[in-house]
C-alpha cells in the first residue's frame, strides 16, 4: 500500500519538486519521516495525527513511512504537514490516488485541521505551473499563488474541505488574484526646499538606477530627499513586480496576496547585523538588499553601518546578485536596487560651519569619511553635497518641480533604455551596462573623450570609476533626449564625483 504526493523545498528565490512517497506496511505501529527533514518536518506526524483524528480519521495499527525525495536535499519549514497528509489520505484510499499524484500541495496543519498560510506560495505556484500540476494551499495563500495565473490554484480553510474537494462532495472554486496593493504614501520632491543641485542627482540616480552618496550636515533634508525617491520611480513591470514579489513571498511580506507595483523601499537602522543586511540566518533568508530588488535601498548615517557589512556590499552592488553561503545551504538571491546612502561630513556633522565645528577639523572629516573604503566608494556613482538650507528659503513659498515632472522625465529615459536593450538578457538600464555594450552606447563625442582625459589624468580616476562616469553621461543624455553622449553629458556627470584624497 503506497500513494504519492508533491510539494516544494525552497533555496532561496528557487521552489524545487519534492515527491512525498508514504508507505503502509505491516509491522509495529510507528509513523516515520525520513529524506533528511528538519525538526519541523519532523514534528508533522504529530498535527497529522491530531488533524486526523479531528477529522475521525483512525489510522492503522500500522508502519507508516514517508519518504521525502530526493534524500539527499534539505528539507525545511512546516509546510509540508499538507501533502504528507494529503499522500496519507490516498494511501488510506480516502481521496483519489491520480488526484494526489496530480497536485502539488504547501500549508501547515493546525491540530484541528485547519490550514495555517506558509510562506513562498508564489514561487510555489511557479513550479507546479511548469510540472503542469494543480497547487493545494491554504485559503490564506490562495490569493497570492493566483498571481501566476498558469495553473489551478485550490484554497480550502482546512483538510475536510481538501477531502470533499477532492472526493467530489463539495468542489472549491479556483483562487483568484489578490488585489494590486496601491501606494498612497509617497511624498511630492516638491516639499524639499532649495538642494536643487542634490535634487538633480537623484533625478538621475532614478533615470538610471545609479548609486548615490548625499553628504551634508545634520538637517539638511539627506533624509527627506531619499524618502522622495520612490515618488520619481516608474512602477514596477509586471515581470519586475512578479520577481519582487516572490523574494518578498519567501520572507513572508505579502499582505492578503496582494502585489505591489510600487518599487520596494527599505531603509534598514545603521545597527542591523550583517544578515539583516545581505541575507541568512537559520533558512538563509533575504536580506534588505535583496528585498529592495528593483527598488531603492536607504542606508542612513552610512560610516555608522559595520565595516563587515559595508564590504559585503561590494560584490552585490557590481553583479546585482547576493550568495548567502551557510554550512547546510548556499543560496542566490537577485539584488539590483539603488542604494542612496546618507552621511554626515564629520562625526560631529559640522564641518562646514566654522561656527560650531570641532578643532579637529578637516582631520576628523577625514578620519569619519574613511570608515568608506576607496574600493566601496568608487561604487557609488553620484556623490553631491548637501549644503544647510538658508532660513530665507524656508520662509519661501515652494517653487521646485513636482514629483509628478521629474518622474515624467524619468519614465521617457527609462523608456529608451527599455528600447535599446531589448533583447539585451539581463541588461535593463544604464547601470548593467558593461564591456563591448558600454562602449557601444555610451562613448562620449570628441569633446566628451578630451575632457574625460583630462580629468582622469587629473584626479586620477580608477578604471571602474571612469565606466562609472560613462553611465552616468548615458543617463543624463537620455534625460536630455539626446542619442549622443555629448561633452556637457560628461562635464555634469564628473560634477558628482566627490574627489577624496584616496582616490
Not at 494529503?86 to 481521496?95: E, G, M, R
Not at 556613482?381 to 544647510?388: F, T, Y
Not at 539585451?424 to 538600464?429: N, P, W, Y
Amino acid at each position: 500500500m503506497s500513494a504519492r504526493s508533491y510539494t516544494v523545498a525552497f533555496e532561496g528565490v528557487d521552489a524545487h519538486l519534492v515527491e512525498v512517497q508514504c508507505a503502509i506496511t505491516p509491522g509495529m505501529p510507528a509513523f516515520s519521516i525520513v529524506g533528511l527533514p528538519d525538526k519541523a518536518v519532523s514534528e508533522a506526524r504529530e498535527r497529522i495525527r491530531a488533524a486526523m483524528n479531528a477529522l475521525a480519521i483512525a489510522l492503522p495499527s500500522k508502519r507508516i513511512t514517508v519518504n521525502l525525495s530526493p534524500a539527499d536535499l534539505p528539507k525545511e519549514g512546516s509546510h509540508f504537514d499538507l501533502p504528507i497528509a494529503i499522500a496519507l489520505l490516498a494511501v488510506l484510499d480516502i481521496i483519489p490516488k491520480d488526484a494526489a499524484e496530480t497536485t502539488l500541495a504547501l500549508g501547515e496543519l493546525s491540530l484541528d485541521g485547519t490550514l495555517i498560510p506558509v510562506t513562498g506560495a508564489l514561487p510555489a505556484a511557479m513550479t507546479a505551473a511548469r510540472e503542469n500540476r494543480r497547487l493545494l494551499c491554504p485559503a490564506a495563500s490562495g490569493p497570492e499563488a493566483a498571481w501566476v495565473g498558469a495553473t489551478e490554484v485550490i484554497a480550502p480553510l482546512g483538510l475536510t474541505e481538501a477531502l470533499r474537494h477532492f472526493t467530489g462532495q463539495t468542489p472549491i472554486s479556483p483562487s483568484q488574484p489578490g488585489e494590486v496593493i496601491k501606494d498612497d504614501s509617497l511624498k511630492d520632491l516638491r516639499d524639499v526646499k532649495s538642494q536643487y543641485r542634490a535634487k538633480r542627482a537623484l533625478e538621475i540616480a532614478a533615470a538610471g538606477r545609479h548609486h548615490l552618496l548625499l553628504i551634508g550636515t545634520p538637517g539638511s533634508g539627506k533624509s527627506m530627499l531619499a524618502a522622495r525617491m520612490p515618488s520619481i520611480l516608474p512602477p514596477l513591470t509586471p515581470e519586475e513586480a512578479l520577481e519582487t514579489s516572490m523574494i518578498h513571498s519567501i520572507a513572508g511580506l505579502l499582505d492578503q496576496g496582494g502585489i505591489s507595483r510600487a518599487r520596494p523601499f527599505r531603509e534598514p537602522h545603521h545597527t542591523a547585523s550583517m544578515p539583516a543586511i545581505v541575507g541568512g540566518g537559520r533558512r538563509a533568508q533575504p536580506g534588505e538588499i535583496s528585498l529592495a530588488h528593483n527598488g531603492v535601498l536607504f542606508m542612513d548615517e552610512f560610516p555608522e553601518f559595520t565595516r563587515n557589512v559595508l564590504e559585503t556590499l561590494r560584490q552585490p552592488i557590481e553583479t546585482g546578485r547576493v550568495l548567502v553561503s551557510r554550512a547546510n545551504a548556499h543560496v542566490s538571491y537577485p539584488c539590483k536596487f539603488s542604494l542612496i546612502a546618507a552621511a554626515n561630513p564629520c562625526r560631529c556633522g559640522f564641518m562646514y560651519d566654522p561656527a560650531q565645528a570641532c578643532a579637529r577639523v578637516p582631520v576628523c572629516g577625514k578620519e569619519y569619511l574613511d570608515r568608506i573604503s576607496g574600493p566601496l566608494m568608487d561604487r557609488l556613482d553620484l556623490r553631491p553635497e548637501v549644503p544647510p538650507v538658508e532660513f530665507q528659503d524656508l520662509d519661501r513659498p515652494a517653487d521646485g518641480e513636482t514629483s509628478a515632472t521629474v518622474a515624467a522625465r524619468v519614465a521617457r529615459a527609462l523608456v529608451f533604455q527599455s528600447k535599446r536593450f531589448a533583447g539585451a538578457g539581463d541588461i535593463r538600464t544604464n547601470a548593467d551596462l558593461q564591456g563591448k555594450q558600454l562602449e557601444e552606447v555610451a562613448t562620449p563625442d570628441a569633446e566628451g573623450r578630451e575632457l574625460m582625459l583630462m580629468a582622469a589624468e587629473k584626479f586620477n580616476i580608477t578604471t571602474r570609476g571612469y565606466h562609472r562616469i560613462l553611465r552616468i553621461s548615458r543617463t543624463i543624455a537620455d534625460l536630455d533626449e539626446s542619442p549622443e553622449v555629448l561633452g556637457p553629458h560628461v562635464a555634469e556627470a564628473l560634477s558628482y564625483r566627490i574627489v577624496r584624497e584616496n582616490e
